[in-house]
T-cell receptor, first 113, second 114 residues
Framework: KAGVTQTPRYLIKTRGQQVTLSCSPI?????VSWYQQTPGQGLQFLFE???????NKGNFPGRFSGRQFSNSRSEMNVSTLELGDSALYLC????????????FGPGTRLTVT | AQSVTQLDSHVSVSEGTPVLLRCNYS??????LFWYVQHPNKGLQLLLK??????LVKGINGFEAEFKKSETSFHLTKPSAHMSDAAEYFC????????????FGGGTRVLVKP
């Protein structure tokens, strides 16, 4: 069974632009969560989607948004990029809404210049 | 609110010697606890999980962890380190009331010397 895939793997953007990252969960998984990893703040929860509904949201500004499609694939969008948005963005999938095991993708490395 | 503290940001061990990574948690509810490992330029891999069953949990690659409620600790150990264990390790807590949201510790980077 294929793992969690994230595209693109690397991205360079300029301040003020917007970006969309994609995550395809493991087949059959219906929950997708997003995390931001930076050297200064570590790993922080962004949001969680289950059956196309946002179940949980972390403490990030409204510039960060996401959605989930009927096939469970998820996208996250960051608008008006700031230098501080440079990070590794990780997506994790799990079978259901209260699953113990989450499987992580390799991440998308976003650099904002 | 829940939180996780990893007591060492860096640990250096010699190959073949034991590894101990320390983790303390804070939670108002009964938590589920996890250890994840992240190798350079890779995603996170689940090593083991505690979900209110046995307090001594065995994971992959010879790792194990013991849940001690009285000490609010969940330390990770391995009897004999291998060069391939060099990576960053994260202690993680999950509260059922928070859905699938994971709260991560700051991470412990492990260096294995030959």
């Amino acid at each position: 069974k294929a793992g969690v895939t994230q595209t693109p793997r690397y991205l360079i953007k300029t301040r003020g632009q917007q970006v969309t990252l994609s995550c395809s969960p493991i087949s059959g998984h219906r929950s997708v969560s997003w995390y931001q990893q930076t050297p200064g703040q570590g790993l922080q929860f962004l949001f969680e989607y289950f059956s196309e509904t946002q179940r949980n949201k972390g403490n990030f500004p409204g510039r960060f948004s996401g959605r989930q499609f009927s096939n469970s694939r998820s996208e996250m969008n960051v608008s008006t990029l700031e230098l501080g948005d440079s990070a590794l963005y990780l997506c994790a999938s799990s079978l259901g809404a209260d699953s113990y095991e989450q499987y992580f993708g390799p991440g998308t490395r976003l650099t904002v210049t | 609110a829940q939180s996780v503290t990893q007591l060492d940001s860096h640990v250096s061990v010699s190959e073949g010697t034991p590894v101990l990574l320390r983790c303390n948690y804070s939670s108002s509810y009964s938590p589920s606890l996890f250890w994840y490992v992240q190798h350079p330029n890779k995603g996170l891999q689940l090593l083991l999980k505690y979900t209110s069953a046995a307090t001594l949990v065995k994971g992959i690659n010879g790792f194990e962890a013991e849940f001690k409620k009285s000490e609010t600790s969940f330390h990770l150990t391995k009897p004999s380190a291998h060069m391939s264990d060099a990576a960053e390790y994260f202690c993680v807590v999950r509260i059922k009331a928070a859905g699938n949201k994971l709260t991560f510790g700051g991470g412990t980077r492990v260096l294995v010397k030959p």
